[in-house]
Structure formats: C-alpha cells, structure tokens
C-alpha cells in the first residue's frame, strides 16, 4: 500500500538558517505529492504541491521537487523565520486507491528561535 | 479557505455517552473526509463520503458512524464515547480535478472523553 515517511522531529534552528525536512513515499500509482503546514490549535493548510515527476511546487520561500527516481519530495527553504514554526505534513494523493485516498506523514515539528 | 466549519470546536464529554461531530462545507464538494490526530500517528482516516448516503469505512472506523443526508454536511458520531477517542477531529474536503485532486481541512474539534 501507499506509504509516507517523513524525517522525525522536532527540528530546532535559528532564525535565518537553511530547511530541509526529509520526506519519501511508496505508492503503486503515479501520485500527487504534498505538504502541508499546521500551526497550533489550527487545521492543516495547504502549502504547496507538486503533480508530476519533476515538478517543483513552491509557496512562501519554501520548495520541494518531485522526485520520482528517489521516490522523495523533500522541503527546502533557504531562511527559515520565527513565524515559520508550526508541524510540517508530507501527504500523497493516489487516484488509483480508488476513493482519493491521500495518505499522510506522521508530522516534522519545527521550531525556529529567534 | 474551502469553506470549511466544524462544530462544536471543543467538547468534554463523559465515557458512555453519545457524541456527535458536524462538518458543515459551501462549496459542494462530493468528497469529505473525517480524521483523527493524536500524536506519534499523524492523521489517521475514519470514514469517509463519496456523495449523499454514500459513505466508507477508512483504517480507525471501528466506535464510529458516520451520516450525510445533504451534500453540504457530513455528521461524524460516537455512539458511546471512550477514553480512547480523545482526539483532535478534521474534516476534510477533496478539490480539484481526478489527477490534481487537493485536501482542504477544517480548523478542526478537540474533543476530551473522562
């Protein structure tokens, strides 16, 4: 089945510092790739996505690549600021499950101090 | 925003009694989704909606049920609450077309089972 596994948190770095949260996935289809942001007490927002292999989605400094060869889709962002904290969801979205099933990481916690 | 409301936002309720969970949306989505958060596990599906009164079990269904009489809303219920179900709950929409399909959450309830 349909898999995602995203590097354990929390991550803690300075303000300004370079991001990248891991995050890889097995699927049997050809997926659609996520992440999304969620900060506390709130739901989970989208922050970019990527459709195809290759792709590169990008929103609010941060990026990821759709990296079919290496099943990755890792998040960058080259200055992370205080306000960037939150918990970090890679997702995937299958169309061959069946009901749009999307299946997510377990959450990278980043913490980013002044 | 996918116009997306849950209510209640916060519940405490007592082991044994019958809760319900509404998900309310305005954009006529034919997919919603229900899922819990807890830690260490990430989101986890309950149920979900393929339309009006048709509905699926997702991997956590077992204590829930689930209704949607109108496409507009999506009822998540307990029908005897335990200790175990205490947990953030999100509903969710499905957004786009087949290949490039995306998740809009709700801001999501904390509900405190004692």
């Known amino acids: 089945g349909d898999s995602v596994t995203q590097m354990e948190g929390p991550v803690t770095l300075s303000e300004e510092a370079f991001l990248t949260i891991n995050c890889t996935y097995t699927?049997?289809?050809?997926?659609?790739l996520f992440w999304y942001v969620q900060y506390p007490g709130e739901g989970l927002q989208l922050l970019l996505k990527a459709t195809k292999a290759d792709d590169k989605g990008s929103n609010k400094g941060f990026e990821a690549t759709y990296r079919k060869e290496t099943t990755s889709f890792h998040l960058e962002k080259g200055s992370v600021q205080v306000s960037d904290s939150a918990v970090y969801f890679c997702a995937l979205s299958d169309p061959s499950g069946g009901y749009q099933k999307v299946t997510f990481g377990t959450g990278t916690k980043l913490q980013v101090i002044p | 925003d996918a116009g997306i409301t849950q209510s209640p936002r916060h519940k405490v309720t007592e082991t044994g009694t019958p809760v319900t969970l509404r998900c309310h949306q305005t954009?006529?989505?034919?997919?919603m989704y229900w899922y819990r958060q807890d830690p260490g596990h990430g989101l986890r599906l309950i149920h979900y909606?393929?339309?009006?009164?048709?509905?699926d079990k997702g991997e956590v269904s077992d204590g829930y049920s689930v209704s949607r009489s109108k496409t507009e809303d999506f009822l998540l219920t307990l029908e005897s609450a335990t200790s175990s179900q205490t947990s953030v709950y999100f509903c969710a929409i499905m957004s786009g077309q087949a290949s490039t399909d995306t998740q809009y959450f709700g801001p999501g309830t904390r509900l405190t089972v004692l």
């Open positions: 909606s393929y339309g009006v009164k048709d509905t």
């Open positions: 699927a049997t289809g050809y997926p659609s």
């Open positions: 954009e006529n989505h034919r997919y």
